[in-house]
């Protein structure tokens, strides 16, 4: 599954959305880095079928305290005809 940072699929022609959901993970300090946060999120995403995040966005609060590392963006599933190969 892939993952950009921005609003669109950077693709060949215009990809078609089918469908488009909010995901987001959040993971403990510590040991988790951000490649840790998002291998969970194509994950999350994944479980419910999306072919790609987009607007992906990491957030972190009060690291050094033992805080928590966001990770979100937009599940989309593509029309069969527009899917990435």
């Given amino acids: 599954m892939e993952a950009y940072t921005t609003d669109t699929i950077p693709a060949k022609g215009a990809a078609t959305i089918e469908r488009a959901w909010f995901v987001g993970v959040e993971t403990k300090s510590g ?48 029309a069969r005809t527009a899917r990435p190969s």
């Fill in 31 to 78: 040991s988790s880095t951000i490649d840790d946060a998002l291998a969970l999120l194509k994950e999350k995403g994944a479980e419910r079928g999306a072919d790609a995040i987009v607007g992906l966005r990491f957030a972190r609060t009060d690291w050094d305290r033992g805080g928590v590392l966001m990770a979100y963006g937009t599940a989309v599933k593509l």
